[in-house]
């Protein structure tokens, strides 16, 4: 019920005013978010690849509305990978990237073409793009994208979340040689008929779907922060006998931090997900949604502790 709440609050405008303006809440949505320019992220990263973790950058700017709101999102990718590339941080550090900030809400051709920009800057920067998966109305038409974006680029990821019900089935046809597949459960609301809403069921669904990409021919990026689906991550990778380098883990930059560098100091990689920019707000609300925790120390702020 709450999570419902918070989710249908991610997308309405009153309770976004209320929250932006409250005192102390741009305070703990830092927690979770490098900043709020584009030195912030590529501090961030730099900082955690000197850990020996690597990253996904993800410019904040999801749902924009105008053509020119769009184009304005896609330089600021661009120059992002300026910056990652004159970093020289090659594929330790590549991008993140939500359709509905470039495109996706206004036109797909745009989209497309706007995700080619993307693509071809991330290549000179000697890395790749992972296209985000949002609300699920958009599934088909994100599909289709990352499968055009293959043709040229066929490092580009694709997400896959695992609470959807066809998610086995997208797994399985994205299992092929050099297809890199990110995992996760799913952070936006959605009807009964199109995802499992119980957290067991939404649970077992990420095991059906890590067996089908850790037995597969892809490369498994498996997003998660729940102990008990890492530990069955690592038996996987044992059964299937995965190296190390033939999938990762990936969490959320605020997370887990102990957990992340416990991983990578066995040896496994692991992928932190580094969002930053102004518009900080919905991707803060579903992480509110995730976590009592996250509500906790949101609560404790509202109340000036
Ligand atoms: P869940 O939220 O069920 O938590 C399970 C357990 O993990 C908890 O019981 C606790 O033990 C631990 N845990 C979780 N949060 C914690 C916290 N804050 N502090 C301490 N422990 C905590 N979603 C989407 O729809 N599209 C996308 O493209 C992406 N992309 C993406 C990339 C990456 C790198 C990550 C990590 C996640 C996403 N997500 C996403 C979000 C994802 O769908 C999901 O909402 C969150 O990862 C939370 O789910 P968990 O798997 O962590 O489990």
Redesign the pocket.
Known sequence: MLRQALLAASRSGGARRVVETAPFTRDVARRFIAGETIEDAVRVTRELTGEGLLV?VDFLGEDTLDRKGTGANVRRYIELLDRLGAARLGARAEV?V?LSAIGQPVDESLTLDNARRICTAARSAGTAVTV???DHTTVDSTLGIVHELRRDFPDTGA?I?A?LRRAEEYCAELSYEGSRV?L?????AAPDDVAFSG?ED??KS?VRCMKILMAGKGYP?L???????IDIAGALAVLDERDADAFEY???Y???PQEQRRLAGQGAQV???VAYGEDWYGFFM??LA??P??LRLLARSLVGR
């Open positions: 996904s993140s939500k985000d998966m949002e997400v979340q609470y990110r996760c459960k799913g952070a936006y957290k939404v649970d990420f990026m997003a998660t922060h729940d102990p008990r689906l990936q969490m959320l605020g997370v887990r992928r932190v997900y579903r992480r995730e976590s925790g996250n």
